[in-house]
């Protein structure tokens, strides 16, 4: 048997009950589990993370043994995504820049939408999508699906130990297909917005669901566990749950993917081992380098608004907002997640593509596209810098001296002051004072300049390195080199128009 | 001899050395004190707030008295600008809006600078002006006055006891011009941007300036005290030297003009009681109902940055985005001022507005207008709706309970997060929670739309009135009435562009 790695392997044996195949190599054991496929199928599913030579052997309903060849992993494999420190990477340690859309209802609704939706994302910048397991009952959100996870009972409850198949091949082949589109899969386990039971069933339906979905999707490797969707607003869990939630997931997924938790007013405690980044819903992006430090792990904006004309503060952002939002998160060394909500005022039935999919038509798309092409051809990833004022956070007594010494005398009675301020009237001083700067080690400086309309900027380059010097209007999707040999200071004129970002990178 | 109430009266006679006159009314006693404006001239200047017959006694250098016979306000003519709770009002009751401006070297401009900066606020939208006794010398201001406020002495140290007349005799000239234009002007009495020693003198010079300043300009009635301009950068003063600078200044000033204080970094004590109002240099102005809960005074945004195309964060909004902080301030009852800073790449001299004057391009002005004609119409001041989850703040348990209660069910468990959050944390969130909204209590209710596109609102109307409800292109400056007797629950439409507003005025 023959297999690549990085790609999913399945065996499908006919029966039903309990499979377990231990996959060994050289001195490391995997063990996976089936589950049921059908009514009359079991199926096994490895993601073999390493090439070479695998024994495995299956115990259980089947007994049964045997050799797999790993070949190396073929073009476009590069496998799971990992946190690595702040940077998202693949298992080969390839870096992974995710440019993120939600359809949060994606599989809920009818093949010929989901067909289209398809066809709608192979045209975007977007490979990391967030979809929910369980339907979505909320605004703009009151379709029944044709099918759910589970059967149900004689007396209508829920019947964790029954899938219902059309349910899960149906989410198998829209997962598949997503591979294929290069998505990354935010898969969202638990929700709020129900109205069918599924926030609030007992710890073992919790968990008897949990361990199919696990058996069933983690040997795909653009899989990722999102907890929830707004964890802390499902009444009728506690913290108890979620850790519990979480230490099964982490537990029970051989392959030790992503695992995040999304929250809509309190933070999820993104220190814990477990969590592997920091998943978040906010427009306060001026505070990621205060998570980036706090957490040391990658910070994901997986909700920042969106754009379209709702009446609620979170679906009525404009194209020109939304793009802003990208390049705030980006430039701070985060990653940010697109979501569109244009309600038609004609449409009877409406479909809003955060929730069901469809077709796009906001004005950030392209804008993300022309960001991802500038991101893409960095050679690492950003780590932001405190510039201004908030270059005195997360200092030490000694950096602080350090940086008391380094300014300008003029300003030195300045930064006196913000450092002696209460520290929490602080930290609200210089939420307004973010300046969107990031930096690629020497190679790369990028500074965001957001809605100021600056006419210059004055840039701070290495004196032993010469850069190249582009300006980039980002809404008109422009990029002009300015300056070819920069070093030391520099002041780039800039044309007094918002969103304008200045990228300076070393020469070679 | 006659006069009218809320104009200024002035005395003067040959000679030199102090002079004190008590204008007595009644049973009230004002005594103002004489200053030298000339070589050979001793001026008094009287402010009659009250209509009716005066006596007056002048003492020292000169002994005289008489009677002025003082008539009721003539048409246009309100008298000082007090704070009264949290608004402004002239003496005679009037509510006054001010919209201000910001030409802070205004005074040590060349005159036919200053003639031209005159003509260009005559068609602004300002009543208030923000600008200083001592020359600035800061970035773009680096040209040496013609005149200065004192004489120098043989070593060249500054003569408090000498005022240079041609100085004062063109501020009077402007203060009048001003008053005439009907402006208020913010006169700030000490500032950082200094070479000339003025931001470092001894505490008795310091003194003897004030005292000439107040002899000389508080029967202005259009003066208001602006203590310094970023207080808190002048390393000379102590917080000791401030305390003592109002005392001075409030006990001298028999007119009793506002008196408030600029900071830069740290926040003036506005709770202190003889701070009239809260002066703030910020452009998070969604702390503006924060601060008129913690002062109960008024606030000014006296500093949100400005138009125009610096390469700093402060001298680099666009016109829509000072167009919006003044609609962000107005919708949450505080009062904005403006500026600008435009450098031309070609000119030699830089002339830029905010220091020195000139003509005025920013496309804010004309918007501002639209913003006044607006709320100048409202019958009364905005006060600020704490909207969304924001409602939370500054509520008694009792009434968390209330709200509680009224909000729809399945978002009470949103705001019971809200309400668990760590105190500190709960403020940050909030920061980005905040919306523009403010009323008058049954008569008006505005929301500023802001940055949101939305495509509808709803709005929440008393419903025992009717409302006229009116959308308003706060950029393209056009007003709409779309709803003629709505009341209750209404849903708004909006086109889903940026910098709408939705008002609704009670039918009469």
């Given at each position: 048997m023959r297999a690549y790695q990085y790609e999913t392997i399945e065996m499908t044996f006919p029966g039903t009950g309990n499979l377990e195949a231990a996959f060994v190599k050289d001195d490391e054991i995997v063990t996976v589990r089936g589950f049921q496929?059908?009514?009359?199928?079991?199926?096994?599913?490895?993601?073999?993370?390493?090439?070479?030579?695998?024994?495995?052997?299956?115990?259980?309903?089947?007994?049964?043994?045997?050799?797999?060849?790993?070949?190396?992993?073929?073009?476009?494999?590069?496998?799971?995504?990992?946190?690595?420190?702040?940077?998202?990477k693949y298992a080969d340690g390839t870096l992974c820049r995710t440019y993120g859309t939600t359809v949060y209802a994606l599989a809920h609704q009818p093949d010929s939408l989901i067909d289209e939706t398809m066809e709608t994302l192979k045209n975007t910048p977007f490979n990391k999508i967030r979809l929910c397991v369980f339907p979505k009952h909320f605004l703009y959100n009151e379709n029944e699906p044709e099918f759910f996870a589970f059967e149900r009972r004689e007396n209508g409850a829920w019947d964790t130990s029954m899938p219902c198949f059309a349910f899960w091949d149906r989410f198998d082949k829209r997962l598949c297909q997503l591979f294929d589109m290069g998505f990354q899969v935010d898969l969202i386990l638990f929700h709020p917005y129900d109205h069918w039971g599924f926030s609030s069933m007992s710890r073992e339906d919790d968990l008897r669901y949990l361990d199919y979905v696990i058996r069933r999707f983690a040997a795909y490797p653009n899989i990722w566990w999102s907890l929830a969707?707004?964890?802390?607003?499902?009444?009728?869990?506690?913290?108890?749950?979620?850790?519990?939630?979480?230490?099964?997931?982490?537990?029970?997924?051989?392959?030790?993917?992503?695992?995040?938790?999304?929250?809509?007013?309190?933070?999820?405690?993104?220190?814990?081992?477990?969590t592997t980044h920091v998943s978040l819903q906010t427009g306060q992006l001026y505070r990621i380098p205060e998570w980036l430090e706090k957490y040391r792990k990658p910070v994901l904006i997986d909700e920042c608004g969106y754009e379209g004309n709702l009446g609620e503060l979170w679906g009525s952002l404009s194209g020109e907002e939304l793009t802003a939002r990208f390049w705030r998160t980006f430039a701070l060394g985060g990653y940010c997640t697109h979501g569109e909500t244009f309600l038609n005022e004609n449409d009877l039935e409406e479909i809003v593509f955060w929730s069901k999919g469809g077709k796009l038509r906001g004005g950030s798309i392209n804008r993300i596209a022309f960001l991802r092409e500038i991101m893409d051809?960095?050679?690492?990833?950003?780590?932001?810098?405190?510039?201004?004022?908030?270059?005195?956070?997360?200092?030490?007594?000694?950096?602080?001296?350090?940086?008391?010494?380094?300014?300008?005398?003029?300003?030195?009675?300045?930064?006196?002051?913000?450092?002696?301020?209460?520290?929490?009237?602080?930290?609200?001083?210089?939420?307004?004072?973010?300046?969107?700067?990031?930096?690629?080690?020497?190679?790369?400086?990028?500074?965001?300049?957001?809605?100021?309309?600056?006419?210059?900027?004055?840039l701070d380059l290495p004196d032993r390195e010469r850069y190249t010097v582009e300006v980039i209007d980002t809404w008109n999707m422009t990029r002009e080199v300015q300056i070819r040999d920069a070093h030391g200071q520099v002041t780039v004129k800039l044309p007094g128009r918002p969103w304008m970002a200045v990228l300076a990178r070393k020469n070679h």
């Amino acid at each position: 048997m023959r297999a690549y790695q990085y790609e999913t392997i399945e065996m499908t044996f006919p029966g039903t009950g309990n499979l377990e195949a231990a996959f060994v190599k050289d001195d490391e054991i995997v063990t996976v589990r089936g589950f049921q496929s059908s009514e009359n199928t079991v199926t096994l599913r490895f993601l073999p993370l390493r090439a070479g030579r695998h024994t495995f052997e299956i115990t259980g309903a089947v007994r049964e043994s045997g050799i797999i060849d790993v070949l190396p992993a073929r073009e476009g494999h590069h496998g799971p995504v990992r946190a690595v420190g702040t940077c998202l990477k693949y298992a080969d340690g390839t870096l992974c820049r995710t440019y993120g859309t939600t359809v949060y209802a994606l599989a809920h609704q009818p093949d010929s939408l989901i067909d289209e939706t398809m066809e709608t994302l192979k045209n975007t910048p977007f490979n990391k999508i967030r979809l929910c397991v369980f339907p979505k009952h909320f605004l703009y959100n009151e379709n029944e699906p044709e099918f759910f996870a589970f059967e149900r009972r004689e007396n209508g409850a829920w019947d964790t130990s029954m899938p219902c198949f059309a349910f899960w091949d149906r989410f198998d082949k829209r997962l598949c297909q997503l591979f294929d589109m290069g998505f990354q899969v935010d898969l969202i386990l638990f929700h709020p917005y129900d109205h069918w039971g599924f926030s609030s069933m007992s710890r073992e339906d919790d968990l008897r669901y949990l361990d199919y979905v696990i058996r069933r999707f983690a040997a795909y490797p653009n899989i990722w566990w999102s907890l929830a969707n707004e964890y802390d607003v499902i009444p009728a869990k506690s913290m108890e749950d979620w850790y519990d939630i979480e230490k099964y997931v982490s537990e029970y997924d051989p392959f030790h993917h992503l695992i995040g938790n999304h929250h809509c007013i309190s933070l999820w405690p993104h220190e814990r081992p477990c969590t592997t980044h920091v998943s978040l819903q906010t427009g306060q992006l001026y505070r990621i380098p205060e998570w980036l430090e706090k957490y040391r792990k990658p910070v994901l904006i997986d909700e920042c608004g969106y754009e379209g004309n709702l009446g609620e503060l979170w679906g009525s952002l404009s194209g020109e907002e939304l793009t802003a939002r990208f390049w705030r998160t980006f430039a701070l060394g985060g990653y940010c997640t697109h979501g569109e909500t244009f309600l038609n005022e004609n449409d009877l039935e409406e479909i809003v593509f955060w929730s069901k999919g469809g077709k796009l038509r906001g004005g950030s798309i392209n804008r993300i596209a022309f960001l991802r092409e500038i991101m893409d051809a960095l050679p690492g990833p950003l780590e932001p810098e405190n510039a201004g004022f908030c270059a005195v956070r997360g200092k030490s007594p000694e950096e602080l001296e350090e940086l008391l010494a380094s300014v300008h005398q003029g300003m030195r009675v300045y930064y006196e002051r913000v450092l002696a301020m209460d520290p929490v009237e602080r930290e609200r001083f210089l939420d307004g004072q973010v300046q969107y700067r990031g930096r690629c080690g020497d190679e790369a400086i990028l500074v965001y300049c957001d809605i100021q309309t600056f006419g210059q900027l004055r840039l701070d380059l290495p004196d032993r390195e010469r850069y190249t010097v582009e300006v980039i209007d980002t809404w008109n999707m422009t990029r002009e080199v300015q300056i070819r040999d920069a070093h030391g200071q520099v002041t780039v004129k800039l044309p007094g128009r918002p969103w304008m970002a200045v990228l300076a990178r070393k020469n070679h």
